[in-house]
């Protein structure tokens, strides 16, 4: 066995942004790029010798590349043994379950989660440490750190591993377990929902579309919904994983699910319809003629979770990221129960949920997730769903108007500037946080609250700043201005809107018409128009 110590130098930009590392495959091609990366990885997470590490990723472009290189390099640091998913394939909850189930050291997922895929299109790395979770920002700091420093990297000279067969084999010494991606994932579904109740429904008429995308989440949604809870062939639509997601954006929205929205429209449309992403931790959930918006969704998750044996016992807490509608915390305070708002990014939850702060989270994009696994989880919330469905016998819609009823509505939208040249939106930024709008009025409204969102953990104590600019009116609506951490050119500018409806009359209309005002002053204040040169925005969820 050989391992080679290859000399290297640091490449510019290796900053993980708000989950991972995320570029053009073609710069994952440079010599040395990957390699400087994990071997930053391994630098940064402490002692590696005789630890066990998992690996996959969502089967995109250069997966099964980057799959052999982490392995002879983990090899080359002295790792024992590597788990890695037949055909490297694990969607990013599912790493989640077998890092905490296995108590491993961690693991490193390969995805550029809902960014297209193929030869020009993106990729990504990232490492989620041994509670499951995408790792803090004190560790990807490091990580970065590391990077810009770096001379050398160790990789084992190896033949590449078999990764299409189950079994153990060895790579230089070192042990590599290919596994089934499915079964310890679907077997912590089992042990939250009641699959008889489902497994009924779809008996008695349920019907569902599921939309995988040709992403990660085929195979999962079909040995799940199509295999355990029996329902009929062909409820799983795109379900095969292509490494270009057959040309599509794998992004579970109204814009780019397009398909699914439209099998769900209609008088004969199924029941219930549900999309994941690239790597299976987002998700999208419609009924028939009618769209559930993320935060609606975690609020009506929340209310219902009961009903769902692995929630029976109640709820700890509810977390949301900043930008998400506060639908979810009236269902907290009718609950008794906390309401944690957290910045964008999955890894802020981790602490909560270790803390047995929080039980379920979410966030606006497209994001749900519970204590469970430490990453959010798309099929999680489509089976939540079904639970929900079955235990209740009401369509989806009636489920949500009914919920608005009770709790009122948070009428909520999101608008998407995609591919602005950087410069333009950081000034953008900078203009809007340089204001000083509290005591003013905008459109007639007076405004209660304007800052830059800056986050103290209530467990570990980090601080994190400038996470989103927010506008609160004395009504309590909203505007909140960021940019997307997780674009691979130019920014993304987004937009958040939100008001409160409590009068059941007025909960119905297009939010689009019901936020009229608010969009016109968001798009005024920050005069994007003047600023990006669009008109309007890119995508609107
Ligand atoms: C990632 C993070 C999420 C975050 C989302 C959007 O999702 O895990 O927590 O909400 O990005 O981030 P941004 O608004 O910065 O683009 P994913 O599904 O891309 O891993």
Redesign the pocket.
């Known amino acids: 066995m050989t391992i080679r110590t290859v000399a290297t130098t640091p490449f510019e930009g290796q900053k993980p942004g708000?989950?991972g590392l995320r570029k053009k495959v073609r710069a994952f091609q440079q010599p040395h790029y990957l390699e400087n990366f994990v071997q930053a990885i391994f630098d940064s997470i402490g002692d590696v010798a005789g630890k066990t590490l998992v690996v996959g990723g969502d089967g995109r472009y250069y997966n099964r590349v980057a799959i052999q290189t982490i392995l002879k390099m983990a090899a080359g640091n002295g790792f024992a043994k590597v788990m890695v998913g037949r055909g490297g394939i694990l969607s990013t909850p599912a790493a989640s379950c077998v890092i905490r189930k296995y108590r491993t050291f961690g693991g490193i997922i390969l995805s550029a989660?809902?960014n297209p895929g193929g030869p020009s299109e993106d990729f990504g790395i990232k490492y989620n440490i041994p509670a499951g979770g995408p790792a803090p920002e004190g560790v990807t700091e490091a990580i970065h750190a590391r990077s810009t420093i770096l001379r050398e990297y160790r990789i084992a000279e190896a033949a590449d591993v078999d990764l299409d067969s189950l079994g153990n084999r060895s790579l230089a010494g070192m042990a590599v377990e290919v596994f089934d991606p499915v079964a310890d994932y679907a077997e912590l579904m089992r042990s939250l929902f009641d699959f008889d109740a489902i497994r009924a429904a779809f008996a008695g008429g349920l019907r569902m579309k599921f939309d995988a995308m040709h992403a990660v989440t085929g195979p999962y949604a079909t040995a799940i919904l199509e295999g355990l809870l029996g329902a009929p062939a062909g409820t799983v639509m795109n379900g095969v994983p292509l490494e270009d997601f057959g040309g599509g954006h794998p992004d579970p929205n109204l814009v780019h699910a397009h398909d699914l929205v439209e099998a769900l429209t209609g008088p004969d449309a199924p029941d219930f319809g549900a999309a994941s992403?690239g790597d299976g931790?987002?998700n999208m959930v419609l009924g028939r003629d009618f769209y559930v918006t993320p935060s609606d969704s975690l609020a009506v998750l929340a209310a219902n979770a009961t009903l769902c044996p692995g929630y029976a016992g109640g709820l700890k807490g509810i977390a949301r990221?900043m930008p998400t509608s506060q639908a979810p915390d009236r269902v907290a305070e009718a609950l008794g129960i906390p309401c944690y708002e957290t910045p964008?990014?999955?890894k802020f939850f981790g602490t909560l949920l270790d803390a047995g702060l929080a039980t379920l989270c979410g966030?606006e994009?497209f994001?749900t997730g519970s204590d469970h696994v430490r990453e959010k989880d798309g099929l999680w919330a489509v089976l939540m769903w079904l639970n929900v469905l079955a235990a209740r016998r009401e369509p989806v819609a009636d489920i949500v108007r009914a919920h608005w009823a009770r709790f009122g509505r948070n009428v909520y939208s999101r608008h998407d500037y995609e591919g602005i040249d950087s410069a333009a939106a950081n000034g953008l930024m900078e203009h809007l946080r340089g204001l000083k709008l509290v005591g003013t009025s905008l459109g007639g409204s007076p405004v209660a609250l304007h800052d830059d969102f800056a986050y103290t953990d209530p467990v570990d104590g980090s601080v994190s700043t400038r996470q989103g600019i927010r506008i609160v009116f004395s009504d309590g609506s909203r505007i909140v201005y960021?940019l997307?951490?997780?674009?691979t050119e130019g920014a993304t500018l987004?937009v958040y809107i939100e008001r409160f409806e409590p009068d059941p009359a007025k909960q119905d209309l297009d939010p689009q018409v019901a936020l009229a005002d608010l969009i016109g002053i968001a798009r005024e204040v920050a005069a994007i128009v003047a600023r990006t040169g669009r008109t309007e925005p890119s995508v609107i969820t």
């Open positions: 708000t989950s989660s809902h992403d931790d987002r990221s964008t990014g999955w966030e994009s994001g960021r997307s951490g997780t674009g987004r």
